[in-house]
């Protein structure tokens, strides 16, 4: 369990876990993770979200296969391309490097999967597609992270949608946005690595610099 429950310590502590333990996660927990995800918002309150809910390793190990193509095509030489990002030097981008690659080696591994869908029918997704969907993502991982337990979202499966999608079971209209493995890290909670304010949010006009940025 974590060491605070408070709401800002929090989400100044949900990190990425990428390394996590085989152990078996226990259902109570995913369903309060569940019970988290359906609380946020989403586009009209129409509630189109589903969620897949997975532990078969047969079924895990399909999809790591297009998971760990999509790295050894596009996202590990990326990295290793990259300059590091606001918030991280040439080490830490090597090490975050280093946990994305166990990460894809050991994806069908972690105990629980939870496969985030939107039930779109026949219409075609969109930009706003994901505002009904990465809020739910998102408190999810608090909730997760509140229980002590770590994931990370990942979307690099969508580099083979329909294969995955096929692997997944999903039916006609269904579409993934995002996988959350779920497990017990084998790292520590501790606060994330981000830029300033300053790098990022500008006042009354793009350009003019923040404020409060200080």
């Not at 090490?95 to 496969?115: K, N, S």
């Not at 096929?166 to 830029?195: C, D, E, Q, T, W």
Request: overall charge neutral.
């Amino acid at each position: 369990m974590p060491d605070s429950t408070d709401i800002f310590d929090i989400l100044h502590t949900t990190r990425a876990m990428r390394r996590l333990k085989p152990d078996p996660v226990p259902d109570e927990l995913i369903r309060k993770i569940l019970e988290a995800g359906i609380s946020a918002a989403n586009g009209g309150n129409r509630q189109t979200w589903r969620f897949l809910v997975l532990k078969d390793r047969a079924v895990k190990e399909r999809v790591q296969h297009f998971y760990k193509r999509a790295f050894d095509e596009v996202v590990g030489p990326r990295y290793l391309t990259s300059a590091p990002p606001p918030g991280a030097d040439a080490g830490k981008y090597l090490r975050q490097h280093g946990a994305v690659e166990y990460l894809t080696d050991h994806f069908h591994e972690a105990p629980v999967w939870i496969v985030a869908c939107l039930d779109e029918g026949t219409n075609t997704p969109s930009r706003s597609s994901g505002a009904s969907i990465y809020p739910a993502v998102q408190n999810m991982l608090l909730a997760a992270r509140a229980l002590g337990l770590g994931s990370t979202l990942t979307t690099r499966h969508l580099q083979y949608e329909a294969e995955v999608e096929a692997a997944l079971g999903l039916p006609p209209g269904v579409h993934s946005y995002a996988i959350l493995p779920i497990g017990y890290p084998m790292g520590k909670f501790g606060p994330v690595g981000r830029g300033k304010l300053s790098d990022f949010v500008y006042e009354e006009r793009w350009g003019n610099t923040y404020s409060q940025a200080e």
